[in-house]
């Protein structure tokens, strides 16, 4: 069982940076895949990027260029660096992780871009 914890989230303003943490009670060694996704109002679930434990990397298209997953492994967590934000950014954002034994969430952290 793993328990997934989002921080970071705020209001930042349109072509600002903003990082959000996903912190694993499980090593993320051990999990197959850690993924960010976002919802915004009206929208379904979208992936923003994943990393594997092999540390290979996956972005939507209109995130590439401008986000970066990454981990910090002897923490646990896995991080969204974003920048040149946009108001279309604007979502919830939650952590996924995807192991053998079960496909987990965190509670989701907002980030509002906005003048």
């Known amino acids: 069982q793993v328990q997934l914890v989002e921080a970071g989230g705020g209001l930042v303003q349109p072509g600002g940076s903003l990082r959000v943490s996903c912190a694993s009670s499980?090593?993320?060694?051990?999990?197959?895949?850690m993924g960010w996704f976002r919802q915004a109002p009206g929208k379904q679930r979208e992936l923003v990027a994943s990393i594997t434990s092999g540390g290979s990397t996956n972005y939507a298209d209109s995130m590439k260029g401008r986000f970066t997953i990454s981990r910090d492994i002897p923490n646990n967590t896995v991080d969204l660096q974003m920048n040149s934000l946009k108001p279309e950014d604007t979502a919830v954002y939650y952590c996924?992780?995807?192991?053998?034994?079960?496909?987990?969430w965190g509670q989701g952290t907002q980030v509002t871009v906005s003048s």
């Open positions: 996924n992780g995807i192991t053998v034994w079960g496909n987990y």
């Open positions: 499980r090593s993320i060694s051990s999990i197959n895949i």
